[in-house]
């Protein structure tokens, strides 16, 4: 079955503990991109990848790091979480062409303590 | 700066009921517009993409259209059933130069089919 997959599904940490929230894909598509989601704000990206090895900024990307080692995978790392990075992450993956649909993740409850 | 709109915030309907969710956006210089599904707490699932040389696309009950001119496309649920209940959000790919393949997502239109 095609899919994106996210693991873990729901994570409470503590202010300042390294963690990281995987993606991946088996679709073979080039393009993965993250977002979060608050109320009152909608959808925002966080960070993107066109291919392997090659990552840029999304709108919101201070506090976060990626990276695209392989294909199908697209880790986002949070190396020092904060408060203010309690929310729900979906992580996004396509062909890159402009005319394909891009599938999310079931998404990652984060809330930081 | 590509800017998002979706209207009504929430629509509250009885069974049975045709409805039309819209969708505005501010720059018409778009690759294509996609109609999401997101159910409470839960991931996003992609009901129609358009393109942006397309009018309208059709999938069982859903029919979206595009007016790309006019910045503007709606989504059509036929003879709404409870279980269509959700959160149902629009998404615009930037085209052009600035096509980094990012989507630019309204704020949601939230519906409730009573039985």
């Known amino acids: 079955e095609a899919q994106v997959t996210q693991n873990p599904r729901y994570l409470i940490t503590v202010t300042g503990k390294k963690l990281t929230v995987t993606c991946s894909q088996n679709?073979?598509?080039?393009?993965m991109s993250w977002y979060r989601q608050d109320p009152g704000l909608g959808l925002r990206q966080i960070y993107y990848s066109m291919n392997v090895e090659v990552t840029d900024k999304g709108d919101v990307p201070e506090g976060y790091k990626v990276s695209r080692k392989e294909k199908r995978n697209f880790p986002l790392i949070l190396e020092s979480p904060s408060p203010n990075q309690t929310s729900l992450y979906f992580c996004?993956?396509?062909?890159?062409?402009?005319?394909?649909?891009?599938?999310f993740g079931p998404g990652t409850r984060l809330t930081v303590l | 700066k590509q800017e998002v709109t979706q209207i009504p915030a929430a629509l509250s309907v009885p069974e049975g009921e045709n409805l039309v969710l819209n969708c505005s956006f501010t720059?018409?210089?778009?690759?294509?517009l996609q109609w999401f599904r997101q159910d409470p707490g839960k991931g996003l699932t992609s009901l129609l993409l358009i393109q942006s040389s397309q009018r309208e696309q059709t999938s069982g009950r859903l029919n979206a259209s595009l007016d790309k001119s006019s910045g503007r496309s709606t989504l059509y649920i036929a003879a709404s059933q409870p279980g269509d209940s959700a959160t149902y959000l629009c998404a615009v790919r930037r085209g052009g130069s600035g096509n980094t393949g990012k989507l630019i997502f309204g704020q949601g239109t939230t519906l409730q089919v009573k039985p």
């Open positions: 996004a993956s396509s062909f890159f062409r402009y005319t394909d649909t891009q599938y």
């Open positions: 720059d018409s210089a778009i690759y294509n």
């Open positions: 679709m073979n598509h080039e393009y």
